[in-house]
């Protein structure tokens, strides 16, 4: 038996066994209007590993919360990858809400990743007021973009490196886990897949597709896209971009935007800073329809985290880490630059820089500012030039992109 937070003693937790499977869908799919299918769960099975989630179930109810987790390493700022939990299938049924049963689920999720010594845990979030109390916060951003492709003209000088060709879905399932691992070790908060995740993304199942086309895709020696077509709409929306050079990139878009019988490209996953816009004659092109929250973090030993990412500028810092939820904060010595880091455990003394553990899961992977949640209250330097060298130190050269959804 788990530890048992929940407010209602009939509601005990547990972790989940592989018979369990379908009982989890059943309350998954109430929980966000889904129906699976029996070809749903044999996909989600080869995923699906029965200790890695937490159930609440009550004697009269049967499963009521869920909480769940795959394996993942991330990537830091630097290019160092540490392992992390991907915190997925996280519901309450709507008959059993306010009895404090997510918060058992999350602390008993966060304890046990805590012991197992994860210096992270990451999430995407259906609503964005659910997580923050329990130490989460917005480490990547992503834009939902569109461009005319007609109106979109490349810059006279824009690269043009070409070596583009079109590919199946079995050439990219060869070749682009090495792409991909070349992509994710220079983009910080990236996320590494498995052979099973490979697998599923590029299962393609048609009820996934909305309405859209199978897969089509391109292929340059360093980088690919995924993308469908919607004949309806005469748009081409992309499903994945992934590039490990620059030219890869150039020479990807360019193929897109000679796509003649598409009217619109469209991406739902493009990165805050997406370069693209620079390549076109007129960047105004690249039209931004929403700017939503992708990946959260919730840091779990503060000193393994900070002394394995880089900085953008030399800092030796005492940061006071808050985190009411878990008690996992406290006093660091921050020390580190472009080429390495430490952080200790200290005692005594002012420190130069107090924050909330979400403020830091923010600002770890170089999505969040310090300036700006300082602006905000939730960062608290008295000195400005320290927040500034705080601030600047945690910069990263591009915005962090998680990649892979979970």
């Known amino acids: ?168 879905t079995a050439e990219v399932r060869a070749v682009g886990p090495e792409l991909h691992e070349r992509w994710a070790a220079r983009t910080p908060g990236a996320l590494s897949r498995s052979d099973a995740w490979w697998d599923s993304i590029l299962s393609d199942r048609e009820h996934r597709r909305g309405g859209a086309s199978a897969l089509f895709h391109l292929v340059h020696a360093d980088g690919y896209v995924s993308y469908r077509i919607d004949r309806s709409t005469q748009t081409c929306r992309i499903a994945e971009l992934v590039t490990a050079t620059d030219e890869a990139y150039a020479a990807l878009w360019r193929t897109l935007l000679a796509l003649d019988l598409s009217e619109t490209v469209s991406w739902w996953n493009a990165a805050v800073d997406e370069p693209v816009q620079h390549l076109l004659a007129d960047p105004r092109q690249l039209r931004t329809l929403g700017l939503f929250d992708g990946m959260w973090a919730r840091v779990l030993d503060v000193p393994a985290v900070l002394a394995a990412r880089r900085y953008a500028a030399e800092l030796d810092v005492v940061l006071d880490v808050h985190d009411p939820f878990l008690d996992l904060g406290g006093r660091f010595r921050l020390t580190g630059g472009p080429d390495g880091a430490a952080c200790t455990p200290v005692t005594g003394g002012e420190p130069a820089v107090a924050l909330g553990i979400a403020q830091l899961g923010a600002l770890v992977f170089g999505g969040g500012r310090a300036g700006s949640f300082a602006r905000a209250g939730l960062v608290r330097a008295a000195d400005p030039d320290v927040l500034r060298r705080f601030d600047a130190a945690f910069r990263t050269e591009r915005s962090p992109v998680h990649g892979t959804e979970f």
């Open 1 to 168: 038996m788990l530890q048992n937070d929940v407010t209602d003693t009939a509601v005990t937790l547990r972790r989940a066994t592989a018979a369990d499977l379908p009982a989890i869908a059943l309350a998954d799919g109430r929980a966000f209007g889904v129906h699976y299918t029996d070809t749903d769960l044999d996909d989600i099975r080869a995923l699906f590993e029965p200790d890695r989630y937490v159930l609440a179930e009550d004697p009269d109810h049967g499963i009521v919360g869920i909480t769940g987790d795959f394996p993942f390493d991330v990537t830091l700022p630097g290019g160092a990858a540490v392992p992390a939990a991907g915190v997925t299938w996280v519901s309450v049924a709507v008959t059993h809400r306010r009895r404090g049963i997510l918060r058992a689920l999350m602390a008993e999720q966060l304890r046990a990743f805590a012991g197992a010594g994860l210096p992270v845990a990451l999430l995407t979030a259906s609503e964005g007021a659910i997580y923050g109390r329990f130490g989460y916060g917005v480490a990547t951003e992503r834009r939902d973009v569109e461009i005319t492709r007609r109106r979109a003209a490349l810059r006279p000088d824009a690269p043009d490196p070409g070596g583009v060709r079109q590919a199946t």
